[in-house]
């Protein structure tokens, strides 16, 4: 089967593409990526002579006609994923994240190919601390920051072109992904960075905000899964249930992890709308495609973080030019 993988060179999508090569050798898989500076040709370093790589926007409509015209099936990853940016400046978030899905689900749709659409937990908004609940496949959408709701638009149109147009699609909503090739903006990767260039680790506002993390591994397993079996025009929750630690206790957890004391980090000033809880209810996943997690407790999260740590420490050269200058930004917020 030919696989067109958008935004392949980042985080998720690097790692969905390696363990495609490793685990279904079967796919032909091309990538297309804008190579912004989330994006890095070298995360394909490893799998460079098994694919094709080209470098592209998909905004461009003649190239994504092009590009999908040739393909069976599209699994759409890129986007601008970080809130802290979109909150800095939304309109690239608008831009990628909902004019890039539409011109993708146009060529989908004149030519009749099969599409899976990445998507995030973060469409939901948030629930209370002490709400017990989580969201399921049925939650009303009720984003808080310009990324989820550029998100939330980018599900919107996909779900109106299933029922409007009858797309073969299917989306998934999954949550906080750790693991390699995470850029070092991001939390985890950001605080085992910290650690490596003895910068104390930072939490912003209190830390109590629960995030329901996952191991990239995990996700990119249940991605495969739905689309060998998921029904058309379906949606799946992705989630581990590791939605019991808070931000404390996960730079808690990366400090012991790497040696440190567990209170070897500093509070810094909080994200402006910061999402208090995200949980994941993904029953309809492992109820109807037979999926499960493998970093589920706490212990296999603790095993995932040293994993994922020795990876940044191992691959300095991977992150280090960028250090400097991801940190000047945060300072400016005070962050
Ligand atoms: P990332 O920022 O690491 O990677 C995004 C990739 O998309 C980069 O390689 C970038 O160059 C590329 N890209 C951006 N704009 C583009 C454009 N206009 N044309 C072509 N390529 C472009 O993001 P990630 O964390 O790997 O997230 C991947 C997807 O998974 C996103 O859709 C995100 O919303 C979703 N998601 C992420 C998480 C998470 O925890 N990181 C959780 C749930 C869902
Ligand atoms: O230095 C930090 N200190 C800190 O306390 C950073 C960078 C973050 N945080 C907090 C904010 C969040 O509560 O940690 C939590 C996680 O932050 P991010 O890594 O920025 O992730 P989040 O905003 O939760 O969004 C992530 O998960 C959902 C991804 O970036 C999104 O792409 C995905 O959709």
Request: aromatic share 10%.
């Amino acid at each position: 089967m030919k696989m067109l993988v958008t935004g392949g060179a980042g985080f998720i999508g690097a790692n969905f593409v390696h363990y495609t090569v490793k685990n279904r050798p079967e796919h032909d898989v091309t990538v297309i990526d804008k190579l912004t500076y989330a994006g890095n040709e070298a995360n394909l370093a490893p799998v460079a002579n098994k694919i094709t790589f080209v470098k592209g926007d998909i905004c461009d409509v003649e190239l994504m006609d092009k590009l999908v015209s040739e393909t069976d099936i599209v699994v759409h990853f890129a986007a601008e994923s970080h809130n802290d940016n979109s909150l800095r400046d939304p309109w690239p978030f608008v831009n990628t994240n909902i004019v890039g899905t539409y011109t993708i689900l146009e060529a989908v749709r004149k030519h009749g190919k099969r599409l899976h659409h990445i998507s995030t937990d973060e469409v939901f908004g948030d629930l209370e601390l002490d709400d017990p609940n989580r969201f399921t496949e049925t939650t009303p959408y009720n984003p808080s920051s310009p990324y989820s709701s550029t998100k939330a638009g980018s599900d919107m149109l996909v779900r109106a072109w299933i029922r409007s147009f009858g797309i073969k699609a299917t989306i998934s909503n999954c949550s906080n992904n750790y693991g390699p090739y995470q850029h070092i903006e991001k939390f985890i990767p950001r605080q085992i960075t910290n650690i490596l260039s003895d910068i104390k680790p930072k939490l912003y506002g209190t830390g109590e905000q629960v995030r329901d993390w996952i191991h990239v591994d995990d996700h990119n397993e249940a991605v495969h899964l739905i689309i060998d079996k998921a029904p058309m025009g379906e949606t799946y929750i992705i989630g581990a249930d590791n939605d019991h630690v808070n931000n404390k206790q996960v730079i808690e957890m990366i400090c012991e992890a790497m040696g440190k004391p567990k209170d070897w980090y500093e509070h810094v000033n909080d994200r402006p709308g910061h999402d208090l809880r995200y949980a994941m209810d993904s029953g309809k996943l492992r109820r109807e495609l037979g999926w499960q997690p493998k970093y589920t407790d706490n212990n296999g999260m603790m095993e995932a973080l040293k994993t994922t740590a020795q990876w940044y420490d191992e691959h300095r050269d991977w992150w280090q030019a960028d250090k400097q200058a991801v940190e000047a930004n945060y300072a400016k917020q005070g962050q």
